[in-house]
């Protein structure tokens, strides 16, 4: 039988760390040129908050935990798929996730320096959000693997 979609660990840790660490700025500082009253600003909007609020559902509505290790874990993938945008960026001239360019509209990375320096920096406030995202979730692993070892049977 599959197992939901839910319940698989690295789903869950990409959802609450990008979710929270990317999304979440997107909806603080969407780079949007249309008003509220524009159907595509509420199309923005719903998409955005929707993952934020998965991300809040899994952890904290279903109690599912990220795991150690899961901030190398989502922070490589993260960079793998960004390579992988630019690629395509360069291909077809887009600039998803503004790779090749800052918003047009004031954002995080309007104070990240110019381009190509606005990456690094933005690669390093990424790292220093998840870490942070992590830290909730460090002490339950702590005494999650201390309870493990403690009650492991001691050789006799």
Known sequence: MRRALHR????VELTWF???AGTLQAVATPDLTVSFQHL???EYVVAH???VVAALYLVIGLGHRPRAGSV???FTIT?????GVAVADAVTGADYIFLAA????????SVFGPWP???ASAAAVALILLIALDTPFRRGRAGAAAQRLTAAPSPG
Do not use: I, M, Q
């Open 8 to 11: 698989r660990p690295l789903l």
């Open 40 to 42: 595509t600003f509420w």
């Open 102 to 109: 800052r918003p047009v509209t004031w954002s995080l990375l």
């Open 18 to 20: 990008c979710g929270l």
């Open 117 to 119: 320096w606005y990456l």
């Open 79 to 83: 960079l793998v798929y960004t390579g």
């Open 49 to 51: 908050v929707g993952v």
């Open 72 to 74: 190398a874990r989502v």
